[in-house]
T-cell receptor
Framework: AQSVTQLGSHVSVSEGALVLLRCNYS??????LFWYVQYPNQGLQLLLK??????LVKGINGFEAEFKKSETSFHLTKPSAHMSDAAEYFC?????????????FGTGTRLQVTL | DGGITQSPKYLFRKEGQNVTLSCEQN?????MYWYRQDPGQGLRLIYY???????QKGDIAEGYSVSREKKESFPLTVTSAQKNPTAFYLC????????????FGQGTRLTVV
């Protein structure tokens, strides 16, 4: 079964600093990977998705992620953090064909942005 | 506007009662999902449905039941067999295709009193 692991349940950065949120996947076939953001007491919103068209994926709000097959990683980055980026971030993977599109999430990383 | 609607936003249940959470979408999506969210545990899949009248158990299906009688609707019943039902529940839908993203409702917070 395909899965994702998010390293670090909490990440704190200063406003203006680089944001790096880590996601590693486990898959025996090319994965389809997603990053979502969740603000308190709300649903999830898509930031970006990897669909094999390009290894560097740009998303909303200045976020991007790079797919690295050799490292089985799909880390999320943003060059300069803003206070409004404080939220919880989830990495997700679609199951292999034949498992009826099972969509599996990581345990999430809470991003704190300080002045 | 197209979207996915969950109701109610807050729900209180007495121990031993069954409760049903509503999820409706007008996005014409085939697949629908129910997730449970607890602090520090991310989103755990309860049930998912690929098509009307068909659904599969996710990772934590015990104590829950679903139905998919209409494409637009995927209600979740939390039964009395679920020993720790207090959580935030999220419904999602997506169209067919491996590279399509899921759209989420705003969630229902269930509390056992």
């Amino acid at each position: 079964a395909q899965s994702v692991t998010q390293l670090g349940s909490h990440v704190s950065v200063s406003e203006g600093a680089l944001v790096l949120l880590r996601c590693n996947y486990s898959s025996s076939v090319p994965p389809y990977l997603f990053w979502y953001v969740q603000y308190p007491n709300q649903g999830l919103q898509l930031l970006l998705k990897y669909t094999s068209a390009a290894t560097l994926v740009k998303g909303i709000n200045g976020f991007e992620a790079e797919f690295k097959k050799s490292e089985t990683s799909f880390h999320l980055t943003k060059p300069s953090a803003h206070m409004s980026d404080a939220a919880e971030y989830f990495c997700a993977v679609i199951g292999r064909p034949g498992t009826a599109s099972k969509l599996t999430f990581g345990t999430g990383t809470r991003l704190q942005v300080t002045l | 506007d197209g979207g996915i609607t969950q109701s109610p936003k807050y729900l209180f249940r007495k121990e031993g009662q069954n409760v049903t959470l509503s999820c409706e979408q007008n996005l014409n999506h085939d697949a629908m999902y129910w997730y449970r969210q607890d602090p520090g545990q991310g989103l755990r899949l309860i049930y998912y449905s690929q098509i009307v009248n068909d659904f599969q158990k996710g990772d934590i299906a015990e104590g829950y039941s679903v139905s998919r009688e209409k494409k637009e609707s995927f209600p979740l019943t939390v039964t009395s067999a679920q020993k720790n039902p207090t959580a935030f529940y999220l419904c999602a839908s997506r169209s067919q295709g491996l590279n399509t993203e899921a759209f989420f409702g705003q969630g229902t917070r269930l509390t056992v009193v």
